[in-house]
């Protein structure tokens, strides 16, 4: 019992979890067993915790993402702003303000939205990869101006739709589950699959530790790099369908609004190194519903919205001097008595 | 070989500068040409009475990015610094009493920033991400109505001006604000303390490449921590200057405020990578940022424009800046 125990909490994701389920059991105790309710209301499932994974799901789907980019060693600070271009496009297109000719069909919106946010992040890739602009630098450029595109687009409006096609893609159920969370499970699997079975996510831990020395054992770093922004890009582009189909309209301003941070967030929480290499995507996936859960929990308790970012700065500052090498140090010599102390017992 | 590298860098800044001046020149000479009443120093004015605060906080920017560092908290601090000199004066502080206490947080927000980022190798973006969150959250913590100002002295800055007249003719008519003059002083002290001091020197070593910086003995941690302190220094400062300039504090002001100073930087001729920059060239970015502002506002556009063309403006910079770096790499491959 003792060994396998051991065995889990030296995985990656084993802390993680447990800090979600502590945070979990916390609202249950505050809110007196009023958190863990569930009532089931025209076949729908309904209740706190589901609350947190359906409004968790663009945090969980953009923390996929960015760990990826992380784990090169990069950053993507766009992800907000590229949300709030593909909820543009999409809801301009459903309310015929753009692209008439389309009838306002929501596939087509949504595939025109994804579109637009795969040629962001390969914008952010070619500026990266093969201009070698640092990332943080490079993916600001496209922070500012995305949401300049996306008020061009909407021509400075919050564009409203009418269309339960749409709002679906936020507020359908489908089993039961909220339909976010099917959006999330393909995505995120499918990224985990592409990691985990394939030599890509190997490849890319490479590149996250030494991007030269990678090069020169014939790994196409640029490539890798190109695809990876890509990816998020694209992901952005789902979690702003969905962020606009939840409030049933595309407000350019505020969608997606410093959600680059909790996406950072949530990936640091989850134990990755933010300098690159290794990385885990389900850690990632529990980072993020911490920061939810963080998020809803404080609201729950009352506390002013306003201080959970003062939070979040905190919590981000001691989780990275956490993983700093230097702070290690200043712990090693007791863990090394430690572990001495270890070896005689056995 | 000192003196070949020293020739290659004052070279590749001269370039910059030089695209960047003539640039400027022939905006205001498009712009005069295409608009009525454009031509006129009340235009030319105008633009440094309505950027100083983005100049100050871009020329403390640029000792930052000279380290090789970056530092994106500075739109935070100015805005954090006009709530909470506006939430100060509200409650009855003097503003000399204020105005130091906002330069302190700043400076001390700054070395604190330095600090993680010397002594943890934490990465400069992350730390300085966390650094905007949290002033972003305390703004909101102080107020998150928009507080105005109405004490005197705050006042006699924000409306005090010197009238400048040249002639008869509206287009010699202009005015400048007092608080401009904080600008120049702010930018003829910084041109001072990297052109002529020891300090300033070893910023730019510091930039060049860390590790000979401290094989030759310099103290690269007071060096780091001072160009992060110095960023939030200018950043508190540039608040203050704002307050004067809008006499009001809002926590949601000034969003992407830190992608101006930065590409005012840039296209001023500031590397990225550290090591190359002038605070001159930085003012003549910002002054590029202000009269692009003028040709939008005169075309009648979206100001969404604004942003648009200088994020295309930073990346035209940022790829001119590429090409002469691999040009220079290969050079030395050559030699």
Redesign the interface.
Known sequence: MKTILNKWSKNQVFWPIVIFLIILLFNGIVSKGEFFRMSIVDGHLYGRVIDIFRNGSKLVILAAGMTMVLATGGTDISVGSVMAISGAIACSIVDQRILPGLGGNVGAAVIIAVIAGIACGLWNGLLVAKIKIQPIVATMILLVAGRGIAQLITNGKIVTVTSDAYYFINGGYILGLPFPLFILIFLVGALILFTRKTAFGLLLESVGCNPLASKFAGIKVDFMLLGIYTISGAFAAVAGLIESAGIKGADCNNAGLNIEMDAILAVAIGGTNIMGGRFSIPASIAGALIVQGITTSVLALGVPAAYIRVLKATLIIVICLSQSGKFKELFKSRKVSNQRGAVKEQ | MNKTNGKKKFHINNISLIITISLFIVMFVFGSVKYDNFLSISTFLNIFNDNAYLMIAGIGVTFVLITGG?D?SISSTVAFTGVFSAFLLEKGAPPFVVIPLLLIIGILLGAGMGA?IH?????P???T???M??M???C??IS?ASIPISDPFFKSMALGKISIKLGEAKALNGKIYYYVFILLLVLLVATYVLKGTRFGRSIYALGGNEQSAALMGLNVAKIKISAYAISGFCAALAGIVFSFYTLAGYGLQNM?M??DA?SSAVIGGTL??GGVGTVVGTTFGAMIQGIIQNIVTYQNL?T??T??T???L??FF??IQ?IIAIRSEKAKGKD
């Open positions: 970056i994106i993680l002594y943890f190798k934490m990465q973006f992350i730390v991400l966390a650094g969150f949290l972003r959250g305390l909101v913590v998150e992407g830190e992608l930065l990225l990578t979206n969404w424009w942003k648009v200088i994020a295309g930073l990346c940022i790829v590429r």
